[in-house]
């Protein structure tokens, strides 16, 4: 209901409110673009990768089978996924085949013979201890995402816990020490690996994949608190830089915070 000493200006404000607002045709139009955009993209280029990765085995497996055994030369028409298929197979029965005495003893036999050359040794020893770490059912490698200060104090990047600081790197430290690999962004891949102590490192609510997805989007996805609501308000950690402070660490090896001579 009006008043009779309105306002002219404010009436013109609640009118100019009260009415709808009219969309152009062209802002229609890219409204509507846009979100056939972000609806099949995602579905798109995860069919594409995968459609790329089928045919990249296919093409590298499926000349290996003999021609009487080969289902296209029956068929006329293509078979997309064979390689696959075959593959699997295979490694089952590899994997079958190893658990028996006869499977140990040429385990064994191809481990000895490997780990006496000098180059491949090497390869061979790391990758066998990377995949069982990685695919070990109960290995707890690379299963946390946390919060480090790197590269300097005051500044936090999202890293992976690989497991506990053993052998003579945690001998050397004072502290109890974490193996954290720390990926760049937007190639998760490649990284770095610290050795920092476990007090200093903040664990996240968000799972290893969400971290994953921050990383790789360079933070353009971020994943939601999943903390209590009441535990949103409540910092622990800080961001603040020490400008007026250094680290003694060279020379004496004084491994405490000194202020800095003008």
């Known amino acids: 209901m009006k008043t009779k000493h309105q306002n002219p200006e404010t009436q013109a404000n609640e009118e100019t409110q009260t009415k709808p607002i009219k969309i152009s045709l062209a802002g229609r139009l890219r409204t509507y673009f846009l979100a056939g955009v972000l609806i099949t993209a995602p579905i798109s280029i995860t069919f594409y990768l995968a459609w790329l990765f089928v045919n990249f085995v296919d093409s590298k497996v499926t000349p290996l089978i003999p021609v009487k055994y080969n289902p296209e030369t029956y ?141 790789i989007s360079g933070g353009i996805v971020t994943p939601k608190d999943h903390r209590p609501r009441k535990d949103w308000g409540t910092p622990q950690i800080s961001a603040a830089t020490y400008e007026n402070l250094e680290l003694l660490r060279e020379g004496e090896r004084i491994p405490v915070l000194v202020p800095k001579k003008d």
């Open 75 to 215: 068929l006329p028409f293509g078979t997309p996924g064979l390689g696959l298929v075959v593959v699997f197979i295979v490694l089952t029965l590899t994997g079958a085949l190893t658990a028996g005495f006869v499977g140990r003893l040429y385990l064994r036999t191809t481990e000895r013979l490997l780990n006496r050359m000098p180059v491949i040794r090497g390869f061979y020893s790391a990758i066998k201890q990377i995949l069982e770490t990685v695919l070990a059912q109960q290995s707890n490698a690379f299963r946390e995402a946390v919060l480090v200060e790197y590269p300097r104090r005051g500044i936090w990047a999202i890293a992976f816990i690989t497991g506990r600081t053993k052998g003579e790197v945690q001998n050397l430290m004072e502290e109890e020490c974490i193996n954290i690999f720390l990926p760049t962004t937007p190639n998760p891949t490649s990284g770095f690996l610290l050795f920092v102590p476990k007090k200093e490192l903040t664990p996240l609510s968000m799972s290893v994949e969400e971290a994953l997805k921050m990383v």
